[in-house]
């Protein structure tokens, strides 16, 4: 009795660790060091910046075609006489 008792202890330990899914082993990877945890959510706060950053200045690029000083041909050129 003992034993039957044991072994399924061991198959419903097995199993928590063995399945879990995503959300279980995102937890495992990243959260279960603090230092692995920090550096994620750095690198993804940076990561996260740039790609805003990169996004909101094509948007703007955008609905200021012809208005930027770029778009202006012959700024700071001399006239001919």
Do not use: C
């Not at 198959?11 to 060091?33: D, H, N, P, Q």
């Not at 805003?52 to 075609?65: I, K, P």
């Amino acid at each position: 009795m003992a034993a039957a008792a044991a072994a399924a202890a061991a198959t419903a330990s097995a199993a928590r660790r063995g399945g879990g899914g995503l959300w279980e082993g995102l937890y495992r990877v990243l959260m279960r060091r603090n230092s692995v945890y920090v550096t994620f959510i750095v690198a993804g706060a940076f990561v996260g910046e740039r790609v805003v950053d990169y996004g909101v200045h094509r948007l703007w690029e955008y609905n200021n075609v012809g208005k930027r000083y770029e778009d202006i041909p012959v700024l700071g050129q001399r006239q001919s006489e």
